[in-house]
Nanobody
Framework: QVQLVESGGGLVQTGASLRLSCEAS????????MGWFRQAPGKEREFVAA????????GYADFVKGRFSISRDNAKFTVYLQMNSLKPEDSAVYYC???????????????????WGQGTQVTVSS
């Protein structure tokens, strides 16, 4: 059974840092591009960052460029999202997702991801 399990969320103050982790099932992780998305109350789910299965290419939403960094450890079947200089508008449930299509590059489209985690809450107080 494919599983994606996020961790690392929490309540922090403006300007703080958090590192989210997402551990995936072995049969999925090594051949999947991985993405992070977020959803705030009353808003649609939006793309945050993604990394290709090889780890060579990464992409970010404009609103997190320079603050967030995505990485993966293929030996641990884990993808990370390092979040620095957090702002109240970053508050949301953060989801990781796996795209098992085998494409070389990542995708920003949520509809193209095959598996999703349950989400982890990030709350940034002002």
């Amino acid at each position: 059974q494919v599983q994606l399990v996020e961790s690392g969320g929490g309540l922090v103050q403006t300007g703080a840092s958090l590192r989210l982790s997402c551990e995936a099932s072995e049969q999925v992780f090594s051949t999947s591009a991985m993405g992070w998305f977020r959803q705030a109350p009353g808003k649609e789910r939006e793309f945050v960052a993604a990394i290709s299965w090889s780890g060579v290419t990464t992409g970010y939403a404009d609103f997190v460029k320079g603050r967030f960094s995505i990485s993966r450890d293929n030996a641990k079947f884990t993808v990370y999202l390092q979040m620095n200089s957090l702002k109240p508008e970053d508050s949301a449930v953060y989801y990781c997702a796996a795209d098992q299509s085998g494409n070389y590059y990542y995708t920003r489209e949520a509809s193209e991801y095959h598996y999703w985690g349950q989400g982890t809450q990030v709350t940034v107080s002002s």
